[in-house]
């Protein structure tokens, strides 16, 4: 191996142990020499989610690194024979290893070319999205703003349409200070941030919803946060809400418990429908979340607890299917 590539390459042998450590990696991942050499690759520098998971060769992907402090940063990774290829990345980029990684466990090859299509314009159409919920309350933040602060006899404004004024700017700067949580919970999932309140669940309070028929078969208690696992659930059972009333269905197997929420229509949904559609917000009256916001925050909700969610909206009617561990009581 040349200089220049023991410098931009991390040696690893069959087993998966450091071989060669160069000098860039040290200074990117904070482990000196000393301590890398000989050390698991996955056990040194992936989170535990990723622990036990291979890795693909030959293809490029973002990987989410454990920094010797503690904090986790995304380099792209490139594994081919004996080494490992790597550059930082300033942010979470596509083609992402979790996403892929949740992708192909499926065995279903179809299904999983649907999903990864399917994520690749969620993000899009949810950048698209978000720019636009962003933009229209500041529009009218500064519009209003600026009538407020005029000193133009032409635009001067009554006591009441002040009063109005001010009602419009503070109800869209709400609107702006949720949308900013979300877009942050969003980030602390995707990076796993803020860790999880597990305890012991009931399936049965779990899925209660009013007005929705629950099917639970038996299986044990799963263990996940409560409040994330009612908020996904909630985004199932509103997409569902969109075409029709739907039904739940849970069922244990395999060591894993699967959520249908499903609604059979004449009418179907389409993908692009859905990503723009509006859903009521679980915590907050009056407020809503687009349909690619919801999917998006649904998504990594799931993966946080080790299971994955999936939306068909490809025939009549909408399925929503949640799969996550169970935890043995």
């Known amino acids: 191996m040349s200089d220049e590539a023991a410098d931009a390459d991390i040696g690893v042998n069959a087993a998966g142990d450091i071989s060669e450590w160069p000098a860039r990696a040290a200074e990117l991942f904070g482990y000196e020499r000393s301590r890398a050499l000989g050390a698991s690759f996955a056990g040194l520098l992936l989170p535990p989610r990723l622990q036990g998971t ?16 503690g904090h986790e940063l995304h380099a792209a990774l490139l594994l ?23 992708a192909t466990a499926d065995p279903d090859l179809p299904e999983r070319h ?16 978000a720019s636009h919920e962003l933009r229209t309350p ?15 006899d032409a635009i001067a404004m009554s006591p009441q349409d002040r009063r109005a004024a001010l ?54 208690q799963p263990l996940g946060d409560r409040h994330l696992l009612r908020e996904l659930f909630h985004t199932a059972v509103e997409i569902g809400r969109i075409v029709g009333p739907p039904r739940i269905e849970a069922a244990y197997g395999n060591g894993r418990w699967t959520v249908v ?16 559609m509006r859903i009521p917000h679980p915590e907050k009256a009056e407020e809503y979340r687009t349909g690619a916001l919801a999917l998006m925050l649904g ?25 996550f561990p169970g935890v043995a009581t």
Do not use: W
């Not at 290829?85 to 290893?97: I, V």
């Not at 209003?144 to 133009?152: C, N, Q, R, V, Y």
């Not at 929420?261 to 692009?272: N, P, W």
């Open 80 to 102: 081919k024979d004996g080494a490992i290829a790597f550059r930082p990345l300033p942010h979470r980029c596509p083609p992402d290893a979790e996403l892929y990684l949740r």
């Open 167 to 220: 009602s419009v700017i503070r109800r869209n700067a709400e609107h702006m200070q949720v949308l900013v949580a979300d877009l942050l919970l969003l980030t602390r999932l995707e990076t796993a941030e803020a860790p999880l309140d597990l305890a012991p669940l009931h399936l049965s309070e779990l899925l209660d919803f009013p007005g929705v028929p629950l099917q639970l078969g038996p299986g044990p």
């Open 299 to 323: 998504r990594e909700i799931a993966a946080r607890h080790g299971g994955t969610m999936l939306t068909s909206v490809d025939r009549p009617g909408v399925t929503v299917r949640v799969s």
């Open 114 to 129: 649907r999903l990864l299509t399917e994520l690749s314009q969620l993000r899009t159409e949810f950048i698209r999205v």
């Open 261 to 276: 929420v499903s609604v059979a229509t004449e009418g179907g949904l389409t993908a692009e429908r859905l990503l723009s």
């Open 138 to 152: 500041l529009t009218s933040i500064v519009t209003f703003a600026t009538m407020l602060e005029s000193g133009d």
């Open 54 to 69: 291979a890795l693909p060769c030959g293809i490029e992907l973002d990987v989410p690194i454990v920094h010797r402090d």
